[in-house]
């Protein structure tokens, strides 16, 4: 593939008078560790719905793996290896852990073109992205007996189970304890080592430094800040808008 994997140019989005996205341009390239950070408001939720295809962009083009997204539903995108995870995990409360999985296996990968899993084919993935994410010895429980971040690694797991190239991760860290943000990012880096490239939107800073190697910023629509992270935090303007320095 030739150029980035994802390509955002010029998107703009409102809601009635108000501006969310002014204009926002990103590139991110396979492979790579991208934080996404700003302050409650500044459009980073708007800017992924318009990727992801929960909103629609009125301005401005979003590109994939080289294809136009513009006009495809959310599932559609889905199915072309773009997968997101949220900050508040919804799983199905009256299926297992394993059962979470083979929801997005079914109607996900066997939806693609040329994709068809077997049963067995499906049993052995669930095991498998479980184990991945730490969550092996779980597969027959329910996702009441899980804790917090059991149940932000199921919610992980469940877009892994798209295939997808690239993960945006919702505030996968929200309310966790400083070890279990801290396996969080290790599980992240991991699933990028395996050759997921990853965004990582998230407000705890130390998680966003250990795991990104570049970082965005969004501040009242407007990305105002994007390169590496010791040089970023670093501007006076970031520092003003989002650090409160």
Do not use: W
């Not at 390239?29 to 962009?57: A, D, F, Q």
């Not at 932000?152 to 304890?177: V, W």
């Not at 395996?194 to 939107?201: K, P, R, V």
Request: glycine share 10%; charged share 25%.
């Amino acid at each position: 593939m030739a150029g980035p994997l994802l390509e955002v140019e010029g998107v703009g989005k409102r809601f009635g008078g108000f501006v969310a996205l002014d204009g926002i341009d990103l590139a991110v390239n396979e492979g790579e560790r991208v934080g996404l950070i700003g302050p409650n408001g500044s459009g980073k939720s708007t800017l992924v719905n318009c990727i992801c295809g929960t909103l629609t962009n009125e301005t401005g083009q979003v590109r994939f793996n080289g294809d136009v997204l513009d006009g495809l539903k959310a599932n559609e995108r889905t199915h072309r290896g773009l997968a997101r995870s949220f900050q508040l995990p919804r799983p199905f409360t009256s299926l297992t852990v394993a059962g979470n999985l083979r929801v997005p296996l079914v109607y996900t990968v066997n939806a693609r073109p040329g994709r068809h899993l077997s049963n067995a084919e499906i049993d052995t993935r669930c095991a498998e992205l479980l184990t991945l994410v730490g969550l092996g010895d779980k597969a027959e429980k329910y996702p009441r007996d899980l804790t917090q971040v059991e149940m932000r690694k199921l919610e992980l797991a469940r877009a892994l189970a798209a295939e997808p190239k690239l993960l945006i991760a919702d505030e996968s860290m929200a309310g966790l304890s400083q070890a279990e943000v801290a396996d969080i990012v290790k599980l992240l880096i991991d699933l990028n080592e395996h050759g997921i490239t990853i965004i990582l939107i998230e407000h705890i800073m130390r998680a966003v430094m250990s795991f990104s190697q570049r970082l965005v910023v969004l501040v009242s629509g407007k990305k105002i800040a994007d390169g590496k992270p010791e040089l970023v935090i670093q501007d006076p303007e970031v520092e003003r808008a989002y650090l409160g320095q």
